[in-house]
């Protein structure tokens, strides 16, 4: 079988992905590989820069979740200065952490992926965009923008700004919450919640209708991997890792997140350039997990928040047995829950009386020569792991992101949902689509690349069983 | 060579919807603007980091400065820099009579200004969510409000994009004045800043 597979030059932009299904000489699929072909490489030219200024670098990975990457490498900046922050500063990054996870759902869901739910993978591609969304369910596409608008703005309200903010630092943040904001923040947050639930509700009618595609998107046995609270609840900023597998049996638990390394490790494939993390005590491949919202549903006891709770009980029911929601498509379900849990989350921060407190910030200079921050992004866990040398200068730099812990996941599920669409020797539209809808169903960002509305920039090869291409499928954005 | 310009405060300038400074400097917030017509929204925008590209959000800032100095405009104009545009941005959009939009353009002789009027045109579809051209937020605002406000364009020709450069060329500095001059006139403001445009 040939993985050697020559790389167009037009896959090399940013914000396009390739996809090669392999045949046996019977027709049916044999493999499938889903390539990322871009090389941006953060770990190796942060090197040598003054470990302060890592969360500002490592924010710029992303447009779509800075907040993400600013909060990890901020936690691992804690851990160098080897300080506990002010309770408040806690609180306050938890918050803009929620709003993130609020905006980065909403686009997800509302901008990327209801132009498939809505209008059907096999509706016409032209139309099969988020402006057909807008002339099927304008109030919909306006719930949409609204729900990002009121995640952004707690964000720019936090922040000082959107995109990229600097507010957090190492130690804590660098100013106080006033009650003018909190009083904003609090009088935006009912009608996020009312756009969430009554989404939320309407989707659940429309879930039944998708059961083809919740069948075949992903439904490999795989194992879960988030942070929960040290209660066993939705956790997204701190807490311990949990692992479980494809039964929901614990595999690992209270794991601090300072111990990762002993129990992920990072292969590599000569066919991409995103790494592919597995848990390392069952080995590579076998030890493939998934990360993000299904994985934070599975893994948590309880949400924590009235409504969520609610949400979450109805999540598991999607699950005919009594073990953890497998298919990939549910990713979709997951997100609506964590919406509603994020914003009733953000309204219990801000009512909290401690969350004015003014001491927000710990001082001080680097006190160990390694780092570990750990959070949950949007698209699931986040890991930043700096050493340091004397003088405050990285050595070494690893990022594990949420998107590459679901790297094996998501070339499984290309796989899966090939074997189901693809028949004999011809790709059609529908099935392009369909491998493009389970990729999306992950919400992946390559270096936010895969951001895509509507028609995600991609090329599908077919190849024989001697590696000849007999088919191959581009569609430009 | 290209000549250091000021540093910016990478802030958004909102006088509607967001935090603002006050005299103190302290932001606060008037959470009530969100809804209120504009009379007019400028958005400057592109990448601080990315040498003339911080066209657009400079001169934003220091259109932000005028516009904020002056009462009456600074209630009906609301001006923001921003690094990119960003979907959500329709709302502010669709509450306007008029957009100006500012940015770097690459397809101008450096230094160059232009002024166009810009339509909506929904095939300007951005392939990454997090980021948008302003016709496609354009053509949102009309398929969801069924409204457009006048739009414009007010671009000038950058020199140099490097990565990891915060200053402007000696070139692109030169286009300043004569975007703000523009911009003002589109708000109806008297220009009080002499043209020392190309």
């Not at chain 1, 075949?216 to 807490?239: A, C, I, N, R, W």
């Not at chain 1, 790494?275 to 994985?295: H, Q, S, T």
């Not at chain 1, 936010?448 to 581009?474: N, W, Y």
């Not at chain 2, 001169?59 to 104009?77: C, G, I, M, N, Y």
Request: charged share 25%; proline share 7%; aromatic share 6%.
């Amino acid at each position: 079988m040939s993985r050697t597979i020559s790389i167009d030059p037009v896959t090399r932009i940013e914000g396009h992905a390739r996809i090669s299904l392999q045949l046996a000489d019977s027709g049916a699929v044999e493999d499938a590989k889903f390539h990322l072909t871009q090389f941006r490489g953060f770990e190796k030219f942060c090197e040598g820069r003054p470990y302060r200024e890592m969360p500002a670098l490592t924010a710029r990975t992303c447009g779509i979740c800075p907040v993400s990457h600013l909060l990890a490498s901020n936690k691992a900046c804690d851990d160098l200065l080897a300080v506990t922050i002010p309770p408040t500063a806690e609180k306050l990054r938890r918050l803009m952490n929620l709003a993130q996870l609020l905006q980065s759902h909403a686009l997800s869901f509302f901008h990327l992926s209801s132009p498939d739910l809505l209008l059907g993978w096999d509706s016409d591609p032209a139309k099969r965009n988020i402006f057909g969304v807008m002339a099927k369910d304008p109030e919909l596409a306006k719930q949409g923008i609204k729900l990002r608008q009121i995640g952004q703005t707690i964000i720019e309200m936090l922040g000082g700004k959107k995109i990229h903010p600097t507010w957090v630092v190492p130690g804590g943040v660098n100013e106080p919450l006033d009650s003018d904001k909190r009083e904003a923040m609090l009088n935006m947050l009912p009608e996020a919640l009312t756009i969430a639930k009554d989404t939320y509700a309407l989707f659940k009618t429309m879930v039944p209708t998708f059961k083809d595609e919740a069948e075949h998107f992903g439904t490999m046995q795989t194992m879960f991997l988030s942070l929960v609270s040290p209660k066993g609840q939705l956790e997204h900023y701190d807490g311990f890792l949990r692992l479980k597998d494809a039964q929901g049996r614990i595999v690992e638990d209270r794991v601090p997140p300072s111990d990762y390394p002993r129990i992920v490790g990072e292969a590599v494939e000569d066919f991409s350039y995103m790494k592919f993390p597995y848990y390392k005590p069952m080995g590579y491949p076998n030890g493939i997990y998934r990360v993000g919202p299904l994985a934070r549903l599975n893994n948590a006891e309880s949400c924590g928040t009235p409504f969520a709770d609610v949400a979450l009980a109805e999540f598991h029911m999607l699950q005919e047995d009594s073990g953890p929601v497998r298919s990939s498509f549910h990713y979709h379900y997951a997100r609506l829950v964590e919406i509603i849990f994020a914003i009733e989350m953000m309204q219990r921060l801000l009512k909290d009386t401690g969350i004015l407190d003014t001491r927000v910030r710990a001082h001080a200079r680097g006190n160990r020569d390694e780092g570990i921050g750990v959070s949950e992004a949007p698209r699931g866990t986040l890991m930043h792991h700096y050493k340091i040398d004397e003088a405050g200068l990285i050595t070494w730099v690893d990022l594990i992101i949420a998107t590459g812990h679901n790297n094996l996941a998501m070339n499984r599920s290309i796989k899966q949902v090939a074997d189901a669409y693809v028949d004999g020797n011809k790709l059609s539209e529908g099935m392009l689509n369909r491998v493009e809808a389970v990729i999306r169903c992950y919400d992946p960002c390559l270096s936010c690349a895969s951001h895509a509305f509507g028609q995600m920039p991609l090329s599908i090869e077919l190849k024989d069983a001697s590696g000849t291409v007999i088919d191959r499928l581009v569609r430009d954005a | 060579m290209s000549a250091t310009v000021p540093q910016r405060d990478e802030h958004s300038h909102s006088t509607a919807g967001g935090p603002t400074p006050d005299a103190e400097g302290t932001a606060t917030v008037h959470p009530s603007s969100t809804t209120r017509p504009l009379r007019a929204l400028v958005i400057g925008y592109g990448s601080p980091i990315r040498g003339d590209d911080a066209l657009g959000p400079l001169v934003a800032d220091q259109l932000e400065t005028r516009v904020s100095a002056d009462p009456e405009l600074s209630a009906q104009v609301d001006v923001q820099a921003r690094h990119i545009l960003t979907a959500e941005l329709v709302d502010d959009l669709a509450r306007a009579e008029r957009v100006i939009f500012i940015d770097a353009a690459a397809n101008l002789p450096p230094g160059e200004v232009s002024r166009q009027r810009l339509a909506p045109d929904a095939s300007a579809l951005s392939t990454m969510a997090h980021f948008h051209d302003p016709r496609e937020l354009l053509a949102w605002c009309q398929a969801l409000y069924q409204r457009v406000p006048e739009t414009w364009l007010v671009s000038a020709g950058g020199a140099d994009w490097g990565y990891a450069c915060y200053a402007l060329s000696e070139t692109a500095q030169t286009a300043v004045a004569p975007m703000i001059a523009e911009v003002l006139s589109l708000i109806g403001a008297e220009p009080d800043i002499p043209d020392t445009g190309p």
